[in-house]
């Protein structure tokens, strides 16, 4: 079962050479991505969900070394992500988000100025209620004081609703890999 155009197909022949009844590569029809198995899939899932590749070898009994290869290649495509980040609170910092509304300009130029101030960790352009959302830690109010001035001054911008993170509630990420599951065989990709 392979994956093309948000479909999980049955014949393998489009994606692994058979020669020498080995896998030499895997094509990926000018994508960049190489096309997911189902394979694949379990082991997106249970590397979603925090497990190990031992882990994985045992779960679905897929020889280790496999596991490892696909592991491997789906991380080096960008299939899927593998990030580090700081836990704020116990660094003595404090989260929050800004909301950015623009009367016109260029969402793009004025999301990267957003973006090079200190104290931002993610910029994104939205579609529906604000235009640019921005993740931030500080210190203290000093700081928050000087980032939001500093977005008001941009040209473009007309207004900025910012907020601090109280909690944040931990995510199952079996939940995650189940959405994955599905978002794949129901062809939503």
Known sequence: MLLKKGKILDSESE??????????????????FPYIDQKDVQIIGSLISGYNNQHISSEYQIPLSTVQRRTRII???????????PDYRRLGLKRGMIHVYLKDGDMKYIAERVSALEGITSVSIHIGNSDIVADFVYRDSGQIIDMVSSIKRLEGVDRTVWSEEVYSFPINPQNLALSFHRLIEGGGV
């Open 15 to 32: 994606s692994h050479s058979k020669s020498s009844g080995r896998r030499e590569g895997r094509k990926t029809r000018g994508t960049g």
């Open 75 to 85: 991380l080096q495509s960008g299939l899927l992500q593998h990030n580090f980040k």
